[in-house]
Structures are given as C-alpha cells and as structure tokens.
C-alpha cells in the first residue's frame, strides 16, 4: 500500500512538471496624466526615468508633478525595474543621497489606485502610473493614457511589446 | 606612506565632550525612534495582484499638495516641497561604532550627528544648511577627527535642468566618496585611502555651475551627461599630516551615465596650497572613475587617483601620489550584502616610495530602511615606511531621521 502511494504520488509529479504552463496574462502599466493638458501622445522610456528620478522637471512645457504607487506594491516594484533599471533598495539610496546633498525630490505617494486617478486627473501638469487594468470607463474623460517609446518603436499598453508589464520578470532592468 | 594616524591617546578633550556624545546620541535615538515615513520601513516583496484602492485612506502626500501652496511650510519628509510656497525640509542621521586594530586600543563612539535643513522656495531657489559634529577615531589608520562644524551651507539658483549655480560652502564634486556622506551612504566602515588621507579638500568655499546634458544615441537620448565648474578655496586639507591648504582652488567633473547603474567619469581639481614656508605649493589632482552592474546582485566601482606637484617641497612631500581602488558588492538579498574592496596608495617620493594596501571586507544589512549595520575586516599593509601593518575590525550601526 504504501508503494503504491508514494508511486502514484511520483507520476502525479510527473504529468504535472510534463504540463505546459498556462499562458500568463499581460499586465501592462498604463502612463496617465490630465486629459487637459497637452502633451505629445507618448513619451520615450528614458524622458520617463528622468522624470521620475528628478533629472529633468520639465516636459511637454511646463513643469511636471510625479506620483508614485506606495512602495513595495507590485505596480510600483514593476515601475522602479522596467522604467527606471533599479531595485527598490536602489532606489531607496538614491533618493537618501539626494535628500542628504540637498538633490532631486522624490515623486509624491499615494496610497491607491483611486487616489492615483484622482489626483493625476485634477490638475495638467501631473503624471502617474497605474495598471491598465485599474481604468475605468469614467476615466477616459478626465485620463489620458501615454503611449511609450522605446529606441524609436512606440508602444500602446494594449499592444504585445509594451516596455512596462508586471507580467515580466519583476527584477528585469529597464531598456532604454 | 604618511597615512596620517596618530597614537590616539585618551585626551582630556575627549574627556569633555563625552557628555555632549552621550547628549547627541540620545537625541538620535530618540529622533530614530520616530522616523519619518520617507525612510520608515515597508515591505519590498510582491503585494497580491490586488490594488488597494482605499480611498478613505487619502494620501499624505497629496494632502500636503492641496494645502501647501501658501506661507512658509516645515516639515521632515520631502512632502513639504509639494507646493509653490517657501519649505524647508528638516532631517539627518547620526552612527555609532566600535572599532579596534590590534597596535591600540579600541574606540566606541558615536561617530556622526549630521542635521541638514533644506529650503526651497519653488523650483528654482534652494539654501542648503548642514551641521556635523564628527568623532572619527584614529583606529583605521587615517588621522582622527573631532569637531563640529558647518558641513555645507550654499545657496542654489537652477536656471533650468541644464544650468543652475550653486554659492557657498558645499561638498568637493571630485569621484565618487568625496561628494557625499559616505560614513552612511556607502558599503564599509572604512573609507578608502584617497578619501582618508583628505589628498583633495572635502568642501569647497566659492561657487559652481552644474547641470545635465542628454545626448542622443541612436534612436534615443538615452545617455546623460552630467558636468561640475567650480572654484573657490580648499578648506580642512591635511592631506598626508601636511597642514596648510588655503588658496585659489579650481576643479571640475564629467560623469557620463548610460544607464543607472553605470557610470564612467572624470574629476580634475588644481589647489593652490599659500603657504609661507617652502611648502607652498601647486597641486593638480585627477581621478577617473566608474561604476558598474554586470548582473543584478553585483556591483563593481573603481576610482584612480593621481596628484602632481609642482616642485618638490621637501622630504617628506612627494612630487607624485598615486591611489586607488577596485571593489565589489554582492546583493544576497535586497537588504544583506557581501562587499570586497582592495584599495592601493603610494606616495612616490625622491628615490623612495611609500606604499599603502588595504584589504577589506564588510557584511552589510538593514534590518529597517532607516537603518544601517555594517561589520568589517580590513588587513593593512606597509611597504617603504616604518608604520607596522595591522589589522582593522569593526561593527558600525547608522540611523537616518
């Protein structure tokens, strides 16, 4: 009895390493800013690394504001990779020595996506992130959503090769 | 090698500031004790694929936006910077370490007490004031450090991204320790040996204009530049125990980053050391240096240093100092790390040469986002001088508030 167990337990194991895995879903974060303000319809990968960490302060003609997903959300984790090449604790010294050196401020908090789309649509001049997932229809009216360029290609989130998706590898660099 | 370490005997005036350690080391724990949420620990690790979508729990971060665009606004997280009005940002961070060497007798002390108060009116005006009271012991083989004192104190105009100017007492823009608070910044306890013997001064007293470039490569521009003028007077040189630094000072440092974990640049610095014996002289300084990510866990950072003079000035003053280093840090988790570095000095005088190699090797880890310990081994080797080898051990804990 107890063969038979411990034989049909390691066949089970088996047929289930031989599964093929389920195809994952795609995950894409969506760049947003204020439908009132004018902007190009995208913005390059590296325009947004700087931005977010306080290189430029500048784009599309005035100022800009930047918020953040709080840290260590997966949305967040997946930003500070793909966009700006860094893990969390990279960026956690980077944003130390800025602070002890009189440097770069650090983008605003919020706590959530509704706060996210509440305060990146209140005012032009205001860029954030969140999955695409997280719109919705209402949104359209007050968000727009930034189409991101990458060594000349310009990708839609809804699009396959889009730059920024939490279904990738959560520790994979940023390309740019 | 003149490396500049003293005998270290128990001064009286160690004796009399004791008490102000003692006083500064309970103000620090008591401001640790009350972190500020810039620094205050969070969780790094994967959330569920769920979003908290709290909207009850507004953001710290926009209440700040909404309310802070008039009067004078105080605080110590960066929020304070949310709107148009004057802010001032108030923080610091403070360590404590014991080290002990196997020549003399071991040092436990608190080791820094840094304030900074960081004003801005808007994006374009900036004064910057920091003060620090130092306790630097003697222990790892550079000269120690005791005071208190205006670490920087400038003011900043930024016309734009690619020009601001920069007025006042701020940190030498030379490589990659010199600029910045690298007791609690950086992997090791020890510093290495350019830093150390001071062989370019820490601050600058005069002004600068920076800014950043961003070059197009291919089809992106993706690779920034980013550039310090400078000048002004060295202040608190003793490189290798030699006093006197006071002069016209003139420098500057390209740093080219492709991506942000790699970055290759160059430093250039002439003092002009007035003195009114025959030391007086003319010093240029170079350092070239980079930093280096191969795979995500490790990474690699050298500096190289060389300083000419332009006569020789005697017998213990060199005509040419030639430093540098190589190091490595390996990542095993995103809050424990394992850091090697080799560090090599030589002081090159008339038909002699001064050698100086370090050895160290520091395990680092941060039990919280404010805070940092760092245990090390360091093994020092002389060649070419009197001074005995020796060996360096030590457990150092900072705090940021």
Known sequence: MHWRGVCGLTVLALLGALQTPAASERQPIAIVVSAEWETPPEIQLATLRRLYMGRITRWAGQPVERYDLASGTRPRVTFTSQVMGLTERELEDYWLEQALSGGAIPPREVDGMVEMRRVIASRAGRIGYLPLAALESGDAARLRVLAVSVGGRTRHPREADYPIDMDRASGAKGQD | ?401
């Open chain 2, 1 to 401: 090698m003149s490396t500049g370490r003293q005998s270290c005997p128990r001064s009286a005036r160690r004796g009399a500031i004791s008490a102000r350690l003692a006083a500064l080391l309970a103000l620090a724990l008591m401001l640790a004790g009350t972190s500020v949420p810039a620094y205050a620990d969070e969780p790094v690790t994967d959330r569920p694929d769920t979003f908290p979508d709290s909207g009850s729990r507004s953001s710290r971060r926009a209440e700040t936006t909404e309310g802070a665009s008039s009067g004078w606004t105080v605080g110590r997280t960066p929020d304070v910077f949310s709107g148009d009005g004057l802010a001032t940002r108030v923080g610091g961070w403070a360590d404590a370490s014991y080290q002990d060497n196997d020549v003399e007798s071991e040092s436990v002390n608190v080791n820094h007490f840094n304030l900074f108060f960081d004003t801005r009116l808007g994006n374009r005006w900036q004064a910057f004031l920091e003060i620090e009271f130092e306790n630097e012991p003697g222990v790892r083989g550079f000269e120690e450090e005791r005071e208190y004192e205006i670490e920087q104190a400038y003011g900043r105009w930024n016309s734009s991204d690619a020009l601001g100017l920069r007025v006042g007492q701020f940190n030498t823009p030379f490589g990659i320790w010199t600029p910045v608070h690298w007791s609690i910044l950086m992997d090791t306890i020890t510093e290495p040996i350019h830093e150390g013997t001071r062989v370019t001064p820490e601050q600058q007293v005069g002004a600068e204009i920076a800014g950043r470039l961003f070059l197009r490569t291919g089809q992106e521009n993706d690779t920034e530049l980013s550039y310090s003028l400078y000048t002004g007077y060295g202040d608190h040189t003793e490189a290798f125990e030699r006093q006197g630094t006071d002069g016209p000072s003139i420098g500057a440092d390209l740093r080219l980053r492709m991506r942000e974990s790699d970055l290759v640049g160059i430093s250039l610095y002439q003092q002009r050391r007035e003195q009114e014996d025959a030391r007086d002289r003319t010093e240029r300084s170079v350092m070239l240096y980079g930093e280096w990510r191969p795979v995500e866990r490790l990474q690699l950072r050298t500096e190289i240093f060389r300083q000419l003079r332009d006569r020789h000035v005697g017998p213990g003053l060199s005509r040419r100092i030639n430093i540098g280093y190589v190091s490595g840090r390996w990542d095993f988790t995103p809050r424990t790390y394992l850091s090697y570095r080799y560090g090599y000095g030589d002081d090159e005088g008339e038909g002699s040469s001064d050698e100086r190699h370090t050895h160290t090797i520091t395990l680092g880890f941060r039990p919280t986002s404010a805070t940092r310990v760092k245990l090390e081994y360091a093994g020092n080797e002389f060649r070419g001088t009197d001074r005995r080898d020796f060996h360096f051990w030590g457990v150092s804990v900072g705090i940021l508030f």
